[in-house]
């Protein structure tokens, strides 16, 4: 394996790995250093939302990436199908948030209301209950199901297929991809810097931290700024039964192959990625409430990660203050943002990543900087 | 029944070392809940030891479970809440079971809580293994204990161990034996038992009564240095294909082929709640790590029997007895010198059970579940994965573990959680990436440990969950 | 076809896929799987090919079937009941 590169990349989670795919596209040398097999992986427990839908609601220029990625996610599903093989069920039927009182539907108005008038394409509708049974012949609602905000622009994916196929595609395009590593150091050498894990030391002009949760541990040596109040979320997923639910919806998906994924859980709960009965029956009452069918399905499986979010739940794209050529990219909607950050954010961090175009997401607007 | 919620000692598991611990603790003046997921005590080896004990069928059972029913007797006769047809769903430390009943979950509490869940078969992989009418030799084995009921023949058996051949000479007795003994023992049997003769000395009884079973006195056709087997067939098995190391081939045609190499611990239970899995060279599996006193780590967790390393029946009753003293222990019930006086007897036998398992394990290792499957060979039963698309995956993704391979493919994420797929993924993993055994481990295990379903799930009674406010 | 060598409980009926099928009272139903001439209880996905009962003691899942007023179960860990309707696990399984 080379010992060089001119962009080292620290996570192979979906975001490292979409990073990666669009750096190594654009023909830099890169190495993906991906952690050990029980490594906190958030990535595991995406939920496979591409979600658009009052995102940024606060933050117009959140908004404004979130629906450039979901715009690119056509064609960047059926380039990760051309060049891995690999079909990540990409599908943008839009989105359903369900409302179970007529205030919760008047809340998702406002804000719906609040979007289009800042974003003059987006697009959202209030359905009635009735609308909403025309459009889910298949599906028994649940007697609180007063409404629903839909909007188009929402979709999903299969969030493990796309981590796979980002790695296998990075792999593909020339990409490093070291697995099982835990890094102990990564310090500044003439030219770059010298990254030294359990087993192997490698030397690259760039650093990228894209380790989600563990990135924190980078905060202080590398001076990083970057603040993260992890959020434990809960998932449950049933048996598979014949397809009826093909939108993307809040709590509730479908996937292609027939499972049911519901949600979720936000709970702070430090690092721990347990999961407890209290998620799974608040899981299981909120999926009853709008889909009652639900509850003959039998439950496969409980698991539980750890959403990596900053403080205003906005990303982070920004550089150490001290080291330049160091990066930080730390951001919830992973899976969502996929696009864009094999795409137009690789192209802008190949670059330099100098240029003001992410300014809107630098991390000293949190005060303190460094990680607690 | 009592409506219990709290004891001092939790059991999990009404075998042979749930009953002994649940016997020796209940002396020692502990209250005792012992949960188990069938319908009567004494584990998958005396499974259904009090129905059978007055039916014909005890005949053909053999004299170890009729010893059995006199230990199943005398556990329902202690004093211990017993709790049947109980399927643990979730554990929680300090100590927490939740349990399925009926259509409900039901929360117990205790101080301590001994995991007594002992084993499975291992899986053994090959061609045609998903066909119906594949069976594993213990599920034959169930199949007669609980219905007195012979699988449609003509039935060979593939494999090796104990348990393969007291099937056979069960089966030779209820009148119905074998087409064949597709052996997979590797060669080298004689040599490897008279390494293994001092373990052997340590139960020479159980030696003489095995060396009886051996096919070469019950007539059975016996084809020696079997390598590969295949399943063949349509819409079931009708026809074996093997293979011996010497290049041989053969077919049968058969209704019903049962395979068995050996056993492996039903760990995910004690691995949910902290327990450390070890490799264990011997076993070709995973123990869990324990304490002289059978505690796992975490306080008040203590594990016995085949659930924590493959032993055997009386090494799991001396594992119970061992682990309820050392609970009595750390209670403050006995003093270090009584506790040591109570466990010296039974170390002695504890060591003599090692000794003559580890016989076992030489001269019977897994062999065919330890071979490369072909490509086209499912791995992962539930979500029908192939050792090929595996092993791509893991070679492209360079897993180092089996649960980024789960991740990327699905396997070990179907209604089996894995316990199917665990220990073939693991050598698949091992094998293409190159590392020892011990540094691949195994699935997450992940509840429902049992099935439920999304209704009883929302009905439980748990605590509230606490929202983060999503913004700070 | 084989059927118990040593009884194991009253005769009842139940259904499986519609068809009557005689059972021994409080055994496995996995048991009566094995006895008919179709022994398989669920088909696979994706590739629905047929399954049956391989472990008899929860531990592999392939014999999944579902019961009237009950859901999805493993057959190797239900016993009969008379009259008990019972289904073979073939994909796809309906939501409603």
Same mark, same amino acid.
């Given at each position: 394996?080379?010992?060089?590169?001119e962009?080292? +990349?620290v $996570?192979?989670g979906?975001? !490292?790995?979409?990073?990666? /795919?669009?750096l190594?596209? =654009?023909? %830099?040398?890169?190495?993906?250093?991906?952690?050990?097999?029980?490594?906190?992986?958030?990535?595991?427990?995406?939920?496979?939302?591409?979600?658009?839908?009052?995102?940024?609601?606060?933050?117009p220029e959140?908004?404004?990436?979130?629906?450039?990625?979901?715009?690119?996610?056509?064609?960047?599903a059926?380039?990760?199908?051309?060049?891995?093989?690999?079909?990540?069920?990409?599908?943008?039927?839009?989105?359903?948030?369900?409302?179970?009182s007529?205030?919760?539907?008047e809340?998702?108005? +406002?804000? $719906?209301?609040?979007?289009? !008038?800042?974003?003059?394409? /987006?697009?959202?509708?209030? =359905?009635? %209950?009735?609308?909403?049974?025309?459009?889910?012949?298949?599906i028994?609602?649940?007697?609180?199901?007063?409404?629903?905000?839909?909007?188009?622009?929402?979709?999903?994916v299969?969030?493990?297929?796309?981590?796979?196929a980002?790695?296998?595609?990075?792999?593909?395009?020339?990409g490093?991809?070291?697995?099982?590593?835990?890094?102990?150091?990564?310090t500044p050498?003439?030219?770059?810097?010298?990254?030294?894990?359990?087993?192997?030391?490698?030397e690259?002009?760039?650093?990228?931290?894209?380790?989600?949760?563990?990135s924190?541990d980078?905060a202080?040596?590398?001076?990083l700024?970057?603040r993260l109040v992890?959020?434990?979320?809960?998932?449950?997923?049933?048996?598979r039964?014949?397809?009826?639910f093909?939108?993307?919806?809040?709590?509730?998906?479908?996937?292609?192959?027939?499972?049911?994924?519901?949600?979720?859980?936000?709970?702070r709960v430090?690092?721990?990625?347990?999961?407890?009965?209290?998620?799974?029956?608040?899981?299981?009452?909120?999926?009853?409430?709008v889909?009652?069918?639900?509850?003959?399905l039998?439950?496969?499986?409980?698991?539980?990660?750890?959403?990596?979010?900053?403080?205003?739940?906005?990303p982070?794209?920004?550089?150490?203050?001290?080291?330049?050529?160091?990066?930080?990219?730390?951001c919830?909607s992973?899976?969502?943002?996929?696009?864009?950050?094999?795409?137009?954010?690789?192209?802008?961090?190949a670059?330099?990543?100098?240029d003001?175009?992410?300014?809107?997401?630098?991390?000293?607007?949190f005060t303190?900087g460094?990680?607690? | 029944?009592?409506a219990?919620s709290?004891a001092?000692?939790?059991?999990v598991?009404a075998?042979?070392?749930?009953?002994?611990?649940?016997?020796?603790a209940?002396?020692?003046?502990?209250?005792?809940?012992?949960?188990?997921?069938?319908?009567?005590?004494g584990?998958?080896?005396w499974?259904?030891a009090?129905r059978?004990?007055?039916?014909?069928?005890i005949?053909?059972?053999?004299?170890?479970?009729?010893?059995?029913?006199?230990?199943?007797e005398?556990?329902?006769?202690?004093?211990?809440?017993?709790?049947?047809?109980?399927?643990?769903?979730?554990?929680?430390?300090?100590?927490t079971i939740?349990?399925?009943?009926?259509?409900?979950i039901?929360?117990?509490?205790?101080?301590?809580?001994?995991l007594?869940t002992?084993?499975q078969?291992r899986?053994?992989?090959?061609?045609?293994w998903?066909?119906?009418?594949?069976?594993?030799?213990?599920?034959?084995?169930?199949?007669?204990?609980?219905?007195?009921?012979?699988?449609?023949?003509?039935?060979?058996?593939?494999?090796?161990?104990?348990?393969?051949?007291?099937y056979m000479?069960?089966?030779?007795?209820?009148?119905?034996?074998?087409?064949a003994y597709?052996?997979?023992?590797?060669?080298?049997l004689?040599?490897?038992?008279?390494?293994?003769?001092?373990?052997?000395?340590?139960e020479p009884?159980?030696?003489?009564?095995?060396?009886?079973?051996?096919?070469?006195?019950?007539?059975?056709r016996?084809?020696?240095n079997?390598v590969r087997?295949?399943a063949e067939?349509?819409r079931?098995?009708?026809?074996?294909?093997?293979?011996?190391?010497g290049?041989?081939?053969?077919?049968l045609?058969?209704?019903?082929?049962?395979?068995?190499?050996?056993?492996?611990?039903?760990?995910?239970?004690?691995?949910?709640?902290?327990?450390?899995?070890?490799?264990d060279?011997?076993?070709?599996?995973f123990r869990l790590?324990?304490?002289?006193?059978?505690n796992?780590?975490?306080?008040g967790?203590?594990?016995?029997?085949?659930?924590?390393?493959i032993?055997?029946?009386?090494?799991?009753?001396?594992?119970?007895?061992?682990?309820?003293?050392?609970?009595?222990?750390?209670?403050?019930a006995?003093?270090?010198?009584?506790?040591?006086a109570?466990?010296?007897?039974?170390?002695?036998l504890?060591?003599?059970?090692?000794a003559?398992r580890?016989?076992?394990?030489?001269?019977?290792?897994?062999?065919i579940?330890?071979?490369?499957?072909?490509?086209?060979?499912?791995?992962c039963?539930?979500?029908?994965?192939?050792?090929?698309e595996l092993?791509?995956?893991?070679?492209?993704?360079?897993?180092?573990?089996?649960n980024?391979?789960?991740?990327?493919t699905?396997a070990?994420m179907?209604p089996?959680?894995?316990?199917?797929?665990?220990?073939p993924v693991?050598?698949l993993?091992?094998?293409?990436?190159?590392?020892?055994?011990?540094e691949?481990?195994l699935?997450?295990p992940?509840?429902?440990?049992?099935?439920?379903?999304?209704?009883?799930?929302?009905?439980?009674?748990?605590?509230?969950?606490?929202a983060?406010s999503?913004?700070? | 076809m084989?059927?118990?060598?040593?009884?194991?409980?009253?005769a009842?009926?139940?259904?499986?896929?519609?068809r009557?099928?005689a059972?021994?009272?409080?055994?496995?139903?996995?048991?009566?799987?094995?006895?008919?001439?179709?022994?398989?209880?669920?088909?696979?996905?994706?590739?629905?090919?047929?399954?049956?009962?391989?472990?008899?003691m929860g531990?592999?899942f392939?014999?999944?079937v579902?019961?009237?007023?009950?859901?999805?179960?493993?057959?190797?860990?239900?016993?009969?009941?008379?009259?008990?309707?019972?289904?073979?696990?073939?994909?796809?399984?309906?939501?409603?």
């Amino acid at each position: 394996m080379d010992r060089e590169f001119e962009i080292a +990349i620290v $996570g192979g989670g979906v975001v !490292g790995a979409a990073i990666g /795919y669009g750096l190594a596209k =654009l023909g %830099r040398r890169v190495i993906v250093i991906d952690g050990a097999d029980d490594a906190l992986r958030a990535s595991r427990t995406n939920f496979g939302l591409i979600w658009v839908q009052g995102k940024g609601d606060e933050c117009p220029e959140y908004h404004r990436i979130t629906r450039q990625s979901a715009d690119l996610w056509p064609a960047f599903a059926m380039e990760l199908k051309i060049l891995t093989g690999i079909d990540v069920e990409h599908r943008r039927n839009g989105g359903l948030l369900f409302c179970v009182s007529e205030s919760q539907a008047e809340e998702e108005r +406002i804000i $719906g209301e609040k979007m289009a !008038g800042i974003h003059p394409d /987006y697009h959202f509708e209030m =359905l009635d %209950r009735s609308r909403l049974e025309n459009m889910l012949p298949d599906i028994r609602l649940g007697p609180q199901v007063c409404a629903a905000s839909f909007s188009h622009m929402d979709g999903d994916v299969n969030p493990l297929l796309v981590l796979r196929a980002l790695l296998d595609g990075f792999v593909r395009l020339g990409g490093t991809l070291a697995t099982g590593e835990n890094i102990y150091s990564i310090t500044p050498i003439l030219g770059g810097f010298r990254l030294a894990t359990n087993a192997l030391t490698v030397e690259a002009e760039r650093v990228i931290v894209a380790a989600g949760n563990d990135s924190t541990d980078f905060a202080k040596s590398l001076d990083l700024p970057i603040r993260l109040v992890p959020e434990r979320g809960q998932l449950l997923i049933t048996e598979r039964v014949a397809p009826v639910f093909s939108y993307a919806a809040s709590g509730i998906r479908q996937t292609v192959t027939g499972t049911f994924q519901l949600g979720t859980t936000n709970e702070r709960v430090g690092r721990s990625v347990d999961v407890t009965s209290g998620g799974a029956r608040h899981i299981a009452n909120r999926a009853l409430n709008v889909m009652p069918d639900l509850g003959a399905l039998r439950v496969i499986r409980q698991w539980g990660g750890l959403r990596v979010l900053t403080p205003d739940g906005v990303p982070v794209y920004d550089r150490s203050r001290r080291y330049p050529g160091v990066h930080v990219v730390a951001c919830h909607s992973g899976v969502t943002l996929a696009a864009l950050h094999s795409g137009p954010f690789a192209e802008w961090l190949a670059a330099g990543g100098r240029d003001p175009s992410y300014a809107a997401f630098c991390g000293s607007r949190f005060t303190m900087g460094v990680a607690a | 029944m009592k409506a219990i919620s709290r004891a001092d000692l939790l059991i999990v598991g009404a075998g042979p070392a749930g009953m002994a611990a649940a016997r020796r603790a209940l002396r020692g003046g502990l209250s005792v809940v012992v949960l188990d997921s069938q319908s009567q005590p004494g584990g998958q080896i005396w499974r259904n030891a009090c129905r059978n004990s007055t039916s014909p069928i005890i005949k053909v059972l053999g004299s170890e479970y009729r010893r059995g029913i006199r230990q199943v007797e005398s556990f329902l006769a202690c004093g211990a809440d017993y709790i049947p047809d109980a399927q643990v769903s979730r554990l929680g430390q300090g100590w927490t079971i939740e349990y399925v009943k009926g259509a409900e979950i039901r929360t117990l509490k205790g101080r301590y809580l001994l995991l007594a869940t002992g084993a499975q078969e291992r899986p053994v992989p090959f061609s045609g293994w998903t066909l119906p009418g594949v069976m594993t030799v213990g599920a034959a084995q169930i199949l007669l204990k609980t219905a007195g009921q012979l699988p449609q023949g003509p039935v060979a058996v593939v494999g090796s161990g104990p348990l393969a051949l007291l099937y056979m000479q069960q089966m030779r007795l209820a009148g119905a034996a074998p087409v064949a003994y597709l052996d997979t023992t590797p060669r080298g049997l004689i040599g490897r038992s008279l390494r293994g003769f001092r373990g052997a000395m340590q139960e020479p009884g159980q030696v003489f009564k095995g060396i009886a079973w051996l096919p070469q006195f019950s007539g059975i056709r016996h084809v020696r240095n079997v390598v590969r087997v295949s399943a063949e067939g349509t819409r079931r098995v009708e026809a074996v294909r093997f293979e011996s190391s010497g290049g041989s081939h053969g077919q049968l045609e058969v209704k019903t082929l049962l395979v068995h190499e050996g056993l492996v611990p039903s760990h995910q239970l004690a691995v949910s709640v902290g327990a450390q899995l070890i490799w264990d060279v011997g076993q070709s599996a995973f123990r869990l790590e324990r304490n002289e006193w059978m505690n796992a780590g975490p306080e008040g967790l203590y594990i016995a029997g085949d659930g924590a390393r493959i032993g055997g029946a009386a090494n799991s009753e001396i594992e119970g007895e061992i682990a309820a003293i050392g609970v009595l222990f750390r209670e403050g019930a006995l003093t270090p010198a009584q506790a040591n006086a109570d466990t010296k007897p039974l170390r002695a036998l504890h060591a003599r059970q090692k000794a003559f398992r580890g016989f076992l394990d030489v001269v019977y290792p897994p062999n065919i579940a330890r071979t490369r499957p072909d490509d086209t060979t499912i791995v992962c039963r539930c979500e029908e994965l192939s050792a090929g698309e595996l092993r791509n995956a893991a070679s492209r993704g360079a897993c180092r573990g089996p649960n980024q391979l789960k991740t990327f493919t699905r396997a070990g994420m179907g209604p089996c959680q894995g316990r199917q797929c665990g220990y073939p993924v693991h050598e698949l993993v091992k094998s293409v990436a190159g590392l020892p055994a011990g540094e691949v481990g195994l699935f997450n295990p992940r509840p429902p440990f049992a099935p439920l379903t999304v209704s009883i799930l929302a009905a439980q009674e748990a605590e509230e969950v606490v929202a983060a406010s999503t913004h700070e | 076809m084989t059927s118990g060598v040593f009884p194991s409980g009253s005769a009842v009926e139940i259904t499986v896929d519609g068809r009557v099928v005689a059972a021994c009272d409080g055994e496995l139903l996995a048991a009566v799987f094995l006895r008919l001439e179709d022994i398989h209880t669920r088909t696979s996905f994706p590739s629905a090919q047929p399954r049956a009962p391989y472990c008899m003691m929860g531990v592999c899942f392939e014999c999944d079937v579902h019961v009237e007023n009950i859901g999805t179960i493993r057959s190797c860990q239900q016993t009969v009941h008379a009259g008990m309707k019972v289904e073979r696990q073939d994909y796809p399984k309906r939501l409603k």
